[in-house]
């Protein structure tokens, strides 16, 4: 446990140094303020799954385990931010020095990390098929606030929940299909959870 413990520090001081940093970066290109850098980067889904990510580290690292449902559902989220910047985006990013360190670390290295403490360090024993519904409304939950925050800014994280542009029906139809994700990818996980707690 200990060393759990230790891991779980290193990625949630890991998370804090990259979100700083990512702040940073945006309060200089934006000529913003702290708070207009946070309320700017906070509009991505891959800022929340970090910061949670980085939130549940450090209870772990204080020796509480937050709920199995919610490591595992997180364990899911960051892998699918992970999976979709590297087949979808990866190939024509063109950042480099801080800004490529930063972007690596919030789609490949924090991910990876906490998959790998979630599969091989915490408990799972107890996840429920109940738990899909939980995970399923992550991108629902994130897509109304996205959407609302559009409503009084104007900008939309991501084309497909621009209202203006893709109509209600059309943003409808890509909730569902990012909660249509969550629900297969959450059935991968829960088999996977339970053949290593078999294991």
Not at 13 to 39: D, P
Not at 183 to 197: H, K, P, S, Y
């Amino acid at each position: 446990m200990q060393m759990v413990r230790l891991v779980a520090t290193g990625l949630a001081l890991a998370v804090a140094v990259t979100l700083i940093a990512r702040f940073g970066m945006t309060m200089q290109e934006n000529q913003t303020s702290v708070l207009g850098a946070v309320w700017n980067d906070f509009r991505y889904f891959t800022i929340w799954a970090n910061t949670l990510i980085g939130l549940a580290s450090g209870a772990i690292a204080l020796g509480r385990v937050p709920p199995q449902w919610l490591t595992a559902g997180l364990t899911m989220a960051i892998a699918l931010v992970a999976i979709v910047f590297h087949l979808l985006l990866a190939g024509d990013d063109p950042r480099v020095g801080l800004d490529f360190v930063v972007n690596a670390m919030l789609h490949t290295i924090i991910p990876v990390a906490f998959i790998g403490l979630w599969l091989f360090a915490l408990p799972k024993g107890r996840l429920m098929w109940r738990d899909l519904l939980i995970w399923s409304a992550f991108p629902i939950f994130y897509s109304i606030y996205a959407i609302a925050r559009g409503a009084v800014d104007g900008e939309y994280p991501y084309f497909f929940l621009d209202v203006a542009e893709m109509g209600a029906g059309g943003v409808a139809l890509w909730v569902a299909g990012l909660a249509l994700v969550f629900l297969i990818a959450g059935t991968v996980l829960i088999g996977c959870a339970r053949r290593f707690a078999r294991a």
